[in-house]
């Protein structure tokens, strides 16, 4: 139980055009979700965290504008990295919040597989 | 504010050596304490977590990990690696309140030697 799906596992596109990546909690409802970013041989860094049917909480120094967070169910939060530059190349990783649940997985995140972003 | 250390960022060893990959981590509140791996080029597995309770908590392929709280620290180690060890090692920390962040460590490449 507890799987969390992205789509895709990953995406090559040009400089200037925008890239929707998609997080899916497959057995179980997530009223948050997380989206993080990680640069080669780094830690993950939060970006912003997606609350259902609510305005996204993005990070200091996380441009909402250009990092675009819709979280319109409890089982999908999405990402679009509009206008996408090189400098956005990176690996993706949603986590869903398993918050509330009982038999031991209170408070305990789990994570997608990650979306390679490559902009060239 | 949490804080998590992992001075090693990468902690070479032979493999059916032990190892330790050491985790120490700041905060005014109570945490959860986690550690996940990351195999190349995947997302992040849940590998242990001190909830509560017994202070050594353990995983399914080996691993175990202390929670140590008059010395802030986490460690996880092994007595016995594999070569399918090698991954990057990851410490977090998270506060009890409801939907708060994971404060991850830098992380740590564990590379396992023939």
């Known amino acids: 139980g507890a799987v969390v799906s992205q789509h895709p596992s990953w995406v090559i596109c040009k400089s200037g055009t925008s890239v929707k990546i998609e997080c899916r909690s497959l057995d179980f409802q997530a009223t948050t979700m997380f989206w993080y970013r990680q640069f080669p041989k780094q830690s993950l860094m939060l970006m912003a965290t997606s609350n259902e049917g609510s305005k996204a909480t993005y990070e200091q120094g996380v441009e909402k504008d250009k990092f675009l967070i819709n979280h319109a169910s409890l089982t999908l939060s999405t990402l679009t990295v509009t206008s996408a530059h090189p400098e956005d190349s990176s690996f993706y990783i949603c986590s869903a919040d398993t918050t509330g649940t009982s038999g031991g997985k209170a408070y305990e995140q789990y994570f997608g597989p990650g979306t390679r972003l490559t902009v060239t | 504010a949490q804080s998590v250390t992992q001075l090693d960022s990468q902690v070479p060893v032979f493999e059916e050596a032990p190892v330790e990959l050491r985790c120490n981590y700041s905060?005014?509140?109570?945490?959860?304490l986690f550690w996940y791996v990351q195999y190349p080029n995947q997302g992040l597995q849940l590998l242990l977590k001190?909830?509560?309770?017994?202070?050594l908590v353990e995983s399914i392929n080996g691993f175990e990990a202390e929670f140590n709280k008059s010395q802030t620290s986490f460690h996880l180690r092994k007595p016995s690696v594999h070569i399918s060890d090698t991954a990057e090692y990851f410490c977090?920390?998270?506060?009890?309140?409801?939907?708060?962040?994971?404060?991850f460590g830098s992380g740590t490449r564990l590379s396992i030697r023939p």
């Open positions: 905060s005014s509140v109570s945490v959860y």
């Open positions: 977090a920390v998270r506060t009890y309140s409801s939907a708060s962040k994971i404060i």
């Open positions: 001190y909830l509560s309770g017994s202070t």
